[in-house]
DNA sequence: CCCTCCCGCCAATGC
DNA sequence: GCATTGGCGGGAGGG
């Protein structure tokens, strides 16, 4: 009777709404978001539905999505229309990010060009190109709203860490870094602003993970393409826990932000912080469970058809055996072999559980 | 108090 | 014209 959970459900029994801005932040959604999708019969998305099914303003959708472009997750099919791409995706535009972010770097081999930070055009260009010979690229001012969108603004963030020697990335800095202009004022509370969204998704998928700077305290980010560290996600499937289990409700349908009313009515009913939360250092010494995400591939939630959630595992092997010989690269390899890892862990033990 | 960052207004852009 | 996208920053929540 004392548990967070008890007493929620007690209040919105009562008619009352609890609002926890964490429940509501763009990791959580993100999680949800992949874990509605990440299945084998999954391959368009519509805006709508995605919003629909987790409960959010379509606004939301759009930085989700966006975000998960920049690191080929999803991909845009059209009008309302994303297709889902899948985590195999993952090291292929990592390695492209990677070398593209190098040869800006110190690649002054080409004509062109200001030093602004990348703009290297990703995205697929409107199947309608101009008849415009030259490899080229652009040019005009027409890209200078694409400059700021989250799109691009994640895409140079995450080749902050792959090129970058320094493994430890402050907003601030990154800020700074991906300014190139106007050095000051406003314009770096507003990127720093994005930047939090930004790295919030990328750490709710276990690609970057919040520490610290070591003698200052000031919060930083470290890359963790593959050695994520191991934790929670199967208790995803440990029944009856105590614990608040991270996703039990795809549909965020939570208070509102609402002024003034709730914070005052939570305390009077009493509520507990979450207890649990940061199970940091959760004493597991040498079990090492991987984990890719609070999220678990779903296809196997119902196991004995284990065709679906095989054929995602095996895809994903195949597709890290045949890649890793061509490419060797450290952080891509390592993540694919984490990523194939957590599947088999997670296999493993639902069929034990069953 | 300062840091984090959700929310949704409303401007571009697309159709 | 309306619909889609998505910058942007006010100001609430949380430590």
């Known amino acids: 009777m004392s548990s967070a959970i008890v007493v929620s459900q007690d209040a919105e ?11 509501k932040s763009l990791g959580v959604l993100v999680s949800n978001f992949l874990r509605l999708y990440n299945r084998d019969d999954v391959d368009l998305i519509g ?21 998960l472009e920049s690191i080929g997750i999803v991909a845009r099919r059209g009008k309302n229309q994303y297709s889902w791409k899948g985590f195999g995706e993952i090291p292929r535009s990592l390695d492209e990010l990677k070398e593209e972010g190098m040869r800006e770097r110190l690649g002054y081999s080409s ?36 400059e700021k969108s989250l799109w691009l603004l994640a895409q140079n963030f995450v080749k902050m860490f792959l090129c970058s020697d320094d493994d430890l990335i402050t907003l601030d800095s990154a800020a ?15 990127k720093v602003r994005r930047l939090y969204d930004i790295a919030n998704v990328f750490a709710s998928m276990n690609l970057i993970e919040k520490t610290h700077i070591p ?3 000031k919060p930083a ?21 105590p614990k608040r ?37 959760e004493s597991k010494p040498a079990a090492s469970k991987y984990v890719f995400g609070p999220f678990s591939p779903i296809g196997a939630s119902k196991t004995n058809n284990d065709k679906v959630g095989k054929g995602r ?28 890892e957590a599947w088999k862990k997670w296999y493993a033990e639902v069929d034990r559980n069953k």
């Open 111 to 146: 004509s062109n060009n200001s030093d602004k930070v990348s703009n290297g055009c990703e995205r697929e260009e409107p199947l309608t190109l101009t008849p415009d010979d030259q490899e080229n690229s652009s040019s005009s001012k027409m890209d200078q709203k694409k």
């Open 245 to 281: 289990v991270f996703g039990t409700e795809i549909t965020n349908l939570r208070a509102k932000r609402n002024k003034t009313y709730c914070s005052s009515i939570r305390k009077q009913i009493g509520y507990k912080k979450h207890d649990e939360e940061n199970t940091e250092q």
């Open 215 to 217: 003698v200052t305290r």
């Open 176 to 190: 700074k870094a991906l300014l190139s202009d106007s050095p000051d004022s406003v314009h770096m509370r507003t």
């Open 221 to 241: 980010y470290r890359w963790l393409g593959s050695k994520s560290i191991a934790e929670r996600g199967l208790s995803l499937f440990n029944s009856g826990e």
């Open 313 to 340: 595992l095996l895809e994903i092997e195949a597709l890290a055996s045949t890649y890793q010989p061509q490419y060797c690269n450290q952080e891509i390899t390592g993540l694919l072999g984490h990523f194939t």
């Open 47 to 67: 805006l709508d539905d995605a919003a629909g099914q987790l409960g959010v303003e379509r606004r939301r959708i759009y930085d989700v999505v966006n975000i």
């Open 13 to 23: 029994s009562l008619g009352l709404q609890i609002y926890s801005r964490k429940e």
